[in-house]
């Protein structure tokens, strides 16, 4: 017989690189951390309704691979009596913070780095988990279309939702849960300080409104949604003007604004029971270029390189041939040392607070699978959990 009481422990836990780290997200970028702008941190949502218990930890990272994931999952265990597949970590994907990919090309991780991360996050899922209490789940939502835009087509669609969870124990709110999909690339590749990117100001702002609430952030399915410049133009280097603190925090400003509707709209009190399923599933991907034809490409976009020197080309156009040819050589010697992989495993969890379901993407899904799962499970409140158990890249739709 289940307790009839959702139970709700919260941690959260410091995990800003030392200066020097190599930074992650950007082709272009050139040089490491120098500085720190705002701290980055884990927070943890630890979720127990008398049968299940569940740990969801959101860190301000670009993301989180499987051996991290394994990682902490084992340290953890050796914490609390969590099972390891009830331990979901996501990253916001923010591209101001350390590499810690392993196997990427987008800067190589810090071991040691890792290994505190590992051991930060088990000590932050068992403090949630020692400080349990009751409390009530209250679900909002809102629309936001002016943060998040469509990278691949200028005034494409998106996906605007804003979906809020607001915990509420005896002492007031104890926590709020914001679910949106944009890319946290405000800041570009010339910015070498330490920041979660827009989602630093969210979190600010409303920890600001709701004094006492752990305010976490949970991106979505935002592999061709970032805030408002084209993909292109971020490897190319030719972004723009806008990619400043100024504007993260504007952008950060106007999303907590619509989250702090939600909250304020938020229906009666979700159900206290929680359901999880999660399994592993293989993902079938096309043909990935071979070693030599990654050489091929090098050699292509080399010869362009050199031409556009010749020719006078713009500052984007050199720019782009030359971190072309690079991502070309970091692709063959990865392809050399990993193989053709035409089957890729993943984890996949869904779980349920009351008539909000969640559902986990392990990398970078675009928008279009959001809405599907929304439509597919039209009547029922979504959270979309992107870059979240798992980090296997892109994943377009077949028109993408």
Known sequence: MKQQTLMLGTAKVDITPPLGA??????ARQ??????HDRLTAYVLVFCDGDEKLALVM???IGVDAALISEVRQAAAKLTE???ERIIIGAIHTHAGPAVLRGGF???PDESYLSFLVQSLAGAIYQADKQQEPVKAFHGRSECPLVG???RQLGGPTDPEVSVLCFKGEMGTKAILVNYACHPVVLGPDNLLVSADYPYYLRETLSSLYPGALVVFANGAAGNINTGHQARASINGTSGNKRTFAEAQRLGRILAGEAMKAVETASEALAPFLK?????ITLSVEKIPSPEEYAKMKLDWDKKYQELKKTGGSYGETQEALLMAEWAEAMKTRSERHGLKTKIPLELTVFSIGDCEFYTLPGEFFFEFGLMLKQARKGKSLFILGYTNGCIGYVAPEPA
Request: no cysteine; glycine share 20%.
């Open 22 to 27: 190599e930074m992650g997200g950007f082709v």
């Open 149 to 151: 835009k469509n990278r």
């Open 82 to 84: 969590i099972p390891g």
């Open 59 to 61: 860190t301000d990272l």
């Open 31 to 36: 040089g490491t951390v120098s500085g720190v």
């Open 106 to 108: 987008l800067g190589k």
């Open 276 to 280: 999880v399923d999660s399994r592993m």
